[in-house]
């Protein structure tokens, strides 16, 4: 009788792989579509000396070439980059970079490779480059989140001949003073809730350590002072990663099992001073228009440090849009608003 039963269990198991596979393939058929006049690819690049995963998607080439920068860094976005980005392929040529060493760009014989603003700029920088040159633009434009929007920040500042508007989502504005605003935040909510676990938590808080249990304490600090939720998503996240045109069954297994991610890179970069090396604090003058995304409930990287920022920023254009009630990722996983912000954009954009 138990082998009658493990035998069905396999044959159900089996019917219902059977099924998801074919699910996939027909999704991924749709998604694999080459848009008349458009583009939709992706591929290595060799930047930097190394080989670096990107994808392009766009109904009409003839519109800007947008470049997305992920969060992280380590944070690869192209499991569910087509899904959501593809969202504004009808007023931008959508290119999705999976950074250095990681996501799909992800090589182990590179872990010897410390990772260093430098190297990370020098990166964008090259392919910025190739990209105004297969495009033939002048400048192209430029966004990211969370990591990204710190890394797009010091290349608009660094390089403005090279972008024609920079729209950052979930701005880091210094590394340093984010945590300790983290750290005062997390105090007030917790008196004011009477909230004791979140209390002793964060007043033994040290927004200058940097082991294991300082992430760990960090992420307890986040979810204490608001518990950003990845149900607000209005697309299925594990679907989109499951069509993906570009995400292979291997790709799934090694994003699933954190293969994807170089944790002790990652690590090192953060020690070494990474982010404080790349803070904004009086670095205000934009050559182009500025154009913030926030979920005003940020924590991880503070709406109301990134609004301020905001208010003291020189620019020939800006404005702020907000996710109301979101976190940290509201401003992508609402896709629905994340394409409406960028729609009002590429208005004012071509209104200029």
């Not at 990722?329 to 209104?351: G, L, V």
Request: contains cysteine; aromatic residues 10%.
């Amino acid at each position: 009788m138990s082998d009658h039963r493990l035998i069905n269990g396999f044959v159900v198991a089996a019917g219902l792989t059977s099924v998801a596979l074919a699910g996939r393939s027909l999704a991924r058929s749709s998604t694999r579509v080459v848009p008349e006049g458009g583009i939709n690819e992706g591929f290595y690049l060799t930047i930097g000396g190394v080989k670096q995963w990107i994808s392009i998607y766009g109904e009409d080439i003839s519109n800007p070439v947008l470049l997305f920068l992920h969060g992280g860094p380590g944070g690869a976005l192209s499991s569910i980059g087509w899904t959501v980005l593809n969202k504004i392929g009808d007023i931008f040529t959508v290119v999705n970079w999976d950074q250095r060493n990681c996501g799909k760009s992800r090589d182990m014989s590179q872990d010897d490779i410390p990772l260093t603003p430098e190297l990370f700029m020098s990166d964008a920088v090259e392919l910025t480059n190739y990209l105004r040159r297969r495009f033939d633009r002048e400048k192209i434009t430029l966004t990211g989140i969370s990591w990204g929007s710190l890394l797009g920040s010091n290349l608009a500042l660094d390089y403005p001949e090279f972008y024609d508007a920079w729209i950052p989502m979930s701005l880091l504005v210094d590394w340093r003073e984010n945590e300790f605003f983290m750290k005062e935040t997390a105090l007030r909510i917790a008196a004011e809730k009477g909230d004791d676990a979140l209390r002793k938590i964060a007043e033994t808080y040290d927004p200058d350590a940097d082991d294991d249990n300082h992430n760990k304490m960090r992420s307890a600090l986040i979810d204490g002072i608001f518990k950003e939720r990845m149900s607000e998503a209005d697309v299925s996240l594990a679907w989109a990663m499951f069509a993906s045109p570009f995400f292979t069954l291997n790709d799934i297994m090694q994003n699933m099992t954190g293969k994807m991610y170089p944790k002790k890179l990652i690590d090192d970069f953060i020690r070494a001073g990474g982010f404080r090396d790349m803070s904004l604090k009086g670095r205000t003058e934009y050559k182009m228009p500025f154009y913030l995304i926030e979920g005003d409930h940020d924590s991880n990287c503070s709406y109301e440090l990134a609004k301020s920022y905001y208010e003291e920023i020189k620019t020939p254009d800006k404005a702020l849009y907000i996710c109301e009630g979101g976190g940290h990722m509201s401003p992508m996983i609402r896709t629905k608003e994340f394409a409406a912000h960028f729609h009002d954009i590429r208005k004012r954009m071509q209104n200029r």
